[in-house]
């Protein structure tokens, strides 16, 4: 059974950094890729960022590169969102998501299982 587990959320004033990590579990983590999205209250869940398995660089929703950047780490099975100079904007329950297919998706649809959310809440 797949199982992604965060962790990392907080309150922290704008300008800040927070790092979010999600343990993959159940899967083979070499063979999965990542991606992070994020749902703000009343509006649709939107992609972040996101990582293939099988290479290349990871890709940003416009808003939030220069200041976000995603890493994973495979002896570990957990994949971060380093997020610095954060904005009020940027709150939100942050997802992780895990898909068998070997690119880096923006789309929701492509990601077979997701993390339960971590809260991230930035102050003005």
Known sequence: QVQLV????GLVQ???SLRLSCVVSGRTFSRTSMGWFRQAPGKEREFVAAVA???????FTDSVKGRFTMSRDSGKNTVYLQMNSLKPEDTA???CAASW???ASPN???YNYWGQ???VTVSS
Do not use: F
């Open 117 to 119: 959310g971590a809260q």
């Open 101 to 103: 297919l070997p690119i």
């Open 93 to 95: 329950i942050y997802y």
């Open 53 to 59: 398995w099988s290479g290349g660089p990871e890709i």
């Open 108 to 110: 929701r649809e492509q």
């Open 6 to 9: 965060e962790s990392g959320g």
């Open 14 to 16: 704008a300008g800040g």
